[in-house]
């Protein structure tokens, strides 16, 4: 079951760009992560925001999240060829231990 | 920092064979994953283990098995492998405990292995 979906499911940029990607879910969460994959590797965990906070701030990473709507926010700011992955959202249903995926945003940055 | 170790990177496989992937980890984690990736489907969860001997069925066990003997290793075998089994398989780990005392649940992922079952 996908409990988080991203959107848009590709976006492509120029460097220097701003680039932001959302994330949908359906149940209620404790905290929602963000996790980058590249091209044929593991995934790496970006930044965990818990369910008592609406903005977060990690260098270039800002994520918001809206408990009421459901949703929450990755923006990249002044983005890098280096940032080209694919970006995931992931939350915990129900408090549960596991983590529920979304299917990804594809971020190519162009330089 | 967290190492996930995933003992074979591509594998080939023939379909009928009986298929074992390795994960091991070094961070005493107790919690272990083992997902699959799939060209726009994402990740999907195969088998969680919160604890030796302890399993959880995810979404998609049909066709899986797991084994978890040691803390630090959690197999994923295959009893038959089959084709539409071929696929990217992930494993990761996380503590346990999700009290805002505990780092949440990040969880921390191996390089995956390439399966391809012919």
């Known amino acids: 079951s996908q409990q988080g979906e991203e959107d848009p499911q590709a976006l492509s940029i120029q460097e220097g760009e701003n680039a932001t990607m959302n994330c949908s879910y359906k149940?209620?969460?404790?905290?929602l992560q963000w996790y980058r994959q590249n091209s044929g590797r593991g995934l790496v965990h970006l930044i965990l925001i818990r369910s008592n906070e609406r903005e977060k701030h990690s260098g270039r990473l800002r994520v918001t999240l809206d408990t009421s709507k459901k949703s929450s926010s990755l923006l990249i700011t002044a983005s890098r060829a280096a940032d080209t992955a694919s970006y995931f959202c992931?939350?915990?249903?129900?408090?549960?231990?596991?983590?529920?995926f979304g299917k990804g945003t594809k971020l190519t940055v162009n330089p | 920092d967290v190492k996930v170790t995933q003992s074979s990177r591509y594998l080939v496989k023939r379909t009928g064979e009986k298929v074992f992937l390795e994960c091991v980890q070094d961070?005493?984690?107790?919690?272990m994953f083992w997902y699959r990736q799939d060209p726009g489907l994402g990740l999907r969860l195969i088998y969680f283990s919160y604890d030796v001997k302890m399993k959880e069925k995810g979404d998609i066990p049909e066709g899986y098995s797991v084994s978890r003997e040691k803390k630090e290793r959690f197999s994923l075998i295959l009893e038959s492998a089959s084709t539409n089994q071929t696929s990217m398989y992930l494993c990761?780990?996380?503590?346990?405990?999700?009290?805002?005392?505990?780092?949440?649940?990040?969880?921390?992922f191996g390089e995956g292995s390439w399966l391809t079952v012919v």
């Open positions: 961070m005493d984690h107790e919690n």
């Open positions: 149940t209620s969460i404790n905290n």
């Open positions: 990761a780990s996380s503590l346990a405990g999700t009290g805002p005392e505990i780092s949440g649940n990040t969880i921390y």
């Open positions: 992931a939350t915990p249903p129900g408090g549960s231990e596991k983590l529920v």
